[in-house]
């Protein structure tokens, strides 16, 4: 079975910075996209970034220039590199990953921005 994990979440300060990882298992071939979702109380989930295996990378606008995506194709991981974090950043983080049309998730990681 393909599992992925996410760490790296918690509590921080306004104008703080986390780095979220996920590491996936399972996978015979490299995924073609993985990317980072979140989802807020009362809200939908919504796509964070994404990136592809070739580099190809894309941020929902309220993160650019905020956050950064990036992957070891060698190990299976995806990473979050979030800073500048505002309170309305708040959710629970899922990290995916897609390859020859299923889409695998994982278990989220808790995200608090709060002073």
């Known amino acids: 079975q393909v599992q992925l994990v996410e760490s790296g979440g918690g509590l921080v300060q306004p104008g703080g910075s986390l780095r979220l990882s996920c590491a996936a298992s399972g996978s015979i071939f490299r995924f073609d996209s993985m990317g980072w979702y979140r989802q807020a109380p009362g809200q939908q989930r919504e796509l964070v970034a994404t990136m592809t295996s070739g580099g190809t990378k894309n941020y929902i606008n309220s993160v650019k220039g905020r956050f950064i995506i990036s992957r070891d194709n060698e190990k299976n991981m995806v990473f979050l590199q979030m800073n500048s974090l505002k309170p309305e950043d708040t959710a629970v983080y899922y990290c995916?990953?897609?390859?020859?049309?299923?889409?695998?998730w994982g278990q989220g990681t808790q995200v608090t921005v709060s002073s």
């Open positions: 995916n990953g897609g390859r020859n049309f299923e889409v695998y």
